[in-house]
């Protein structure tokens, strides 16, 4: 499956920002997806995870209550409010054939480029 994100780009503290990403090539809706990101001279780190029904879900605890994550057939989607200066990252969504990939990036197989998300003070 191939993946491209979009959504990302520069707000004040305490803005929203939603980002999208585009599926396309092999069945989605049988693919567990996730949310990624890399801040900085930092690895890149887990963000938030749903299953191939959407039935489960799973947060980082820094963004629990401030993000959420969503899919359907064509993508998945990550709702972000609240966002802080920490939040400033380059923003992955990836996805996995076996229908969860875990916290570890290493679950999953296809990735997209990015999007930059960058959050003022």
């Known amino acids: 499956v191939q993946l491209v994100e979009s959504g990302g780009g520069l707000v004040q503290a305490g803005d929203s920002l939603r980002l999208s990403c585009a599926a396309s090539g092999r069945a989605f809706n049988t693919y567990g997806a996730a949310w990624f990101r890399r801040a900085p001279a930092k690895e890149r780190q887990f963000v938030a995870e749903?299953?191939?029904?959407?039935?489960t879900i799973d947060y980082a605890d820094f963004v629990k209550g401030r993000f959420t994550i969503s899919r359907d057939n064509a993508g998945v989607y990550l709702q972000m409010n609240s966002l802080k200066p920490e939040d400033t990252a380059v923003y992955y969504c990836a996805a996995t054939a076996t229908g969860w990939g875990g916290l570890d990036e290493s679950g999953f197989e296809s990735w997209g480029q990015g999007t930059q998300v960058t959050v003022s003070s």
């Open positions: 749903i299953d191939w029904t959407g039935g």
